[in-house]
């Protein structure tokens, strides 16, 4: 099948995968891995999720055009400018910052698939949701769908709370997934049967807000909050796309012992937090546990240096 041709294309395998390694293995936790950086190859991870039921409403309604937020390495809005190509949804993204005088490679892309890229500053990106400057893009663009940042608006339960039929569930104790808007994860405890725990790691700092966005998500899908589920709040290694050499090198002991990619903005950091757990003896003898492969992989184009950085740092203190 050419996926190009395909709008609703979805890997009708996606892979767990167990992860062999050797601090799991000591404190005899097992641990697989949902692997949704293989859902589709250009609309990422969650992100396919996210998406999927927003843009089907779109294409049902009179306005075939969409304007969402995001930064220069947006997940988001890469995934988003790709996913509206191909069902012809006009899209539109406002960037946080000036515009550079090159374009990140996320945002070459985004151009490339015929996304309008509006940037602005940093003070005007945290009033984007003021009515005067939405009245602004439409005069320029014509009316259009806003869909939040991260793509977490209305329909994002009803996409995210998918992602658990993809494997079975009762293989599992806990779920583990990073939060940003924490989106995905309504989705999963929507979706969760009782017993199962749920466990976000929010990848950036300060993130005790997510509880209350997460419950305003769920109440506004009409789901009660089940319970079971919380916040990894020390994950952040310092903030948002911030690197450590810890992450480093616990991303590099990941590689080594699976062959498997993350990335450090998000899967990167929920693995080193369930590392963390593991080693220090925060998840019992004979757990089981499932972390979920968000996928964003476009977006290492932009850290593999601060990356190595940080790993030859950590190598050289130790
Ligand atoms: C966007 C993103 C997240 C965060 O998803 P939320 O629904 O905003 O919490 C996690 N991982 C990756 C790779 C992402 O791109």
Not at 265 to 284: D, I
Request: charged share 25%; proline share 4%.
């Amino acid at each position: 099948m050419n996926i190009n041709e395909s709008p609703s294309f979805l890997n009708p395998e996606v892979p767990v995968v167990p992860v062999e390694h050797p601090d799991f293995k000591k404190a005899g936790v097992a641990l697989d891995l949902l692997r949704l950086d293989r859902v589709h190859p250009l609309i990422s991870g969650n992100k396919w999720f996210k998406l999927k039921y927003a843009l089907e409403a779109i294409q049902r309604s009179e306005c075939q055009r969409i304007l969402s937020f995001g930064g220069a390495w947006s997940n988001h809005i890469h995934a988003l400018a790709f996913a509206g190509k191909e069902r012809g949804i006009e899209t539109i993204a406002v960037i946080r910052g000036e515009r550079p005088s090159s374009l990140s490679d996320t945002l070459v892309d985004a151009q490339n698939w015929g996304m309008s890229l509006e940037f602005v500053s940093r003070e005007q990106y945290r009033n984007k949701n003021d009515e005067p400057f939405l009245q602004q893009l439409r005069i320029k663009y014509g009316d259009f769908h806003l869909l939040p940042e991260g793509g977490s608006g209305e329909w994002v339960i009803a996409g995210c709370r998918e992602i658990l039929s993809l494997c079975d569930v009762s293989d599992y104790d806990v779920v583990c997934c990073a939060c940003g808007t924490g989106g995905t994860l309504a989705g999963l405890v929507a979706g969760k049967p009782e017993w199962l725990r749920i466990l976000g790691v929010p990848a950036l700092k300060g993130g005790g807000f997510l509880y209350q966005d997460i419950r305003r998500l769920l109440q506004q899908s009409g789901v009660e909050d089940p319970g079971g589920w919380e916040l990894d709040l020390d994950g952040h290694e310092g903030g948002y796309a911030k690197v450590t050499p810890e992450l480093a090198e616990s991303m590099r002991g990941f590689f080594e012992s699976t062959g498997i990619e993350l990335e450090p903005v998000y899967t990167g950091k929920a693995f080193l937090a369930l590392q963390r757990k593991v080693t220090q003896g925060k998840l019992t003898r004979g757990c089981r546990v499932l972390l979920i492969h968000t996928g964003g992989m476009q977006g290492l184009r932009g850290m593999r240096e601060t990356l190595s950085k940080k790993l030859m740092q950590s190598r050289e203190s130790s």
